[in-house]
């Protein structure tokens, strides 16, 4: 089954995954709220994250780096300087494009203009590759075969930024039936700029971060010297990071706030290449881990002309969305290029020196640096089934049960003889270590296909036989079987299915 994204917008605001902010006054636009059910889930993944990546590791310590910073932080790391899009307006319908993510399709119809000469359409459309921008110019382009006929060639596809000034004024824009609206490309910073104090004043410019990566740079010194770290280590970091994209689009993938999972990790020089490859092994088996387990999933290697100046390898953890494949996360050899870069600019020493073998020297770094939310957006992709049951089709989010939102459904058939309160008690008692939910409300059939749309992996029933052996009904969300419990191991049966391990009745 093909994911139409219109469908998973659609459940996560109609189960309270995802919200636009501010919808009750319209909204804005790269701006998204996360529901009861979506901040759970977003919540288990960094849980999951942090859990796998810092607190099962002896080698790695976490930070909680401010989000405003001193602004030279930010011209150390090359942000204040570079770290802009080529912008481009739209005259006609006053929208704002980025010019490296405007694909030209160059049609030529069968009718002919005064000179004889056939009719051309330079079509602009947006998109991270010429696949993503093709789809809403294919739509535009049929309108007009209806008036200039059928080409009979594909159209020649050529990225904005190289067709040549001259011609620019060909381009309809992405928006627009008009030719010429277009202005030309100018830089355009992606940072957030904010004011420290009391005064508005080129003084107290500051920034809102827009990566979480620089805020361990700067720490480097003081968890050196107060965590009694030894290289290899590594310094990981989950919070809030903001740019202010030119076009945010994809529901949450491309968004102006953002969540980052990220480490720097911090070897010395001739390990790096090992370790380069061992975080780029073992961040993709992760995902895999966590269920993104269909051919979606690819681990992709930069080419040389992709990377950074100071980059020696980059791989990306890409996943096939509906609108696209698209980065989750990316694993870089940063070599030495940060410390150095803040060491210049601070005039403080970053170097490492190893104790043991009486050296001196600046760490290289290996950066595996993942979006929570983008993270959230594929699991949600890769969980949406719809299938039959009983001969009814039904929506599923087949989560793994560790970032399952709710671990378990507890109901009573009926509400009478006694099952509420029994349900409620087996309710009580589960709530003390998961997250569950209670409900009695609706046929029992109803209230299955409730917590199947809500991705919960098991749902316990307190029906009749409860009263005559003291056994209650398990439901598992992804086969529909059923099978018998002990009440008082109800408990203890939950939590050795979220594990992972055998439960008697449920193989």
Partial sequence: MELEMDKLVSLCKRRGFIFPSSEVYGGINGFWDYGPLGV???????????????????????????????????????????????????????????????????????????????????????????????????????????????????????????????DRIKVVGPSTDETGTLTEPRSFNLMFKTFVGALESESNVAYLRPETAQGIFANFKNVVDTARVKLPFGIAQVGKSFRNEINPRNFTFRSREFEQMEIEFFCRPEEAKDWYKYWRDLRFAWYTGLGLKSEKLRLRDHDPEELAFYSTATADIEYAFPFGVSELEGIAHRGAYDLTQHMKFSGKDLSYFDEEKKERFTP?????????????????????????????????????????????????????????EKAEAIYRELKRSQNVYYDEKGAIGRRYRRQDEAGTPFCITIDSQTATDDTVTFRDRDSCRQWRVPAAGAVQALRDLLDGKAVPGAE
């Fill in 40 to 166: 759970e889930l977003k919540r288990n993944i960094k849980d999951a994250w942090w859990r796998d990546n810092v607190q099962m590791r002896d080698d790695m310590v976490g930070l909680d780096c401010s989000i405003i910073m001193n602004p030279r932080v930010w011209e150390a790391s090359g942000h204040v300087g570079g770290f802009s899009d080529p912008m481009v307006d739209c005259r006609a319908t006053k929208e704002r494009y980025r010019a490296d993510q405007m694909y030209v399709f160059a049609y030529v119809f069968p009718a002919t203009n005064s000179k004889g000469e056939p009719t051309e359409a330079w079509l602009a459309g947006l998109g991270g590759s010429p696949e993503e921008a093709a789809e809403p110019v294919e739509k535009r382009a049929a309108k007009l075969a209806k008036k200039f006929g059928k080409p009979a060639d594909p159209p020649v596809v050529t990225p904005y930024l190289q067709i040549a000034a001259d």
């Fill in 364 to 420: 290289h770094v290996i950066e595996p640096s993942a979006g929570a939310d983008r993270a959230t957006l594929a699991f949600l992709c890769e969980a949406y089934v719809e299938d039959e049951v009983a001969g009814e089709t039904r929506t599923v989010l087949k989560f793994h049960p560790r970032i399952a939102p709710v671990k378990a459904a507890v109901f009573p058939l009926v509400k009478r003889d006694g099952m509420p």
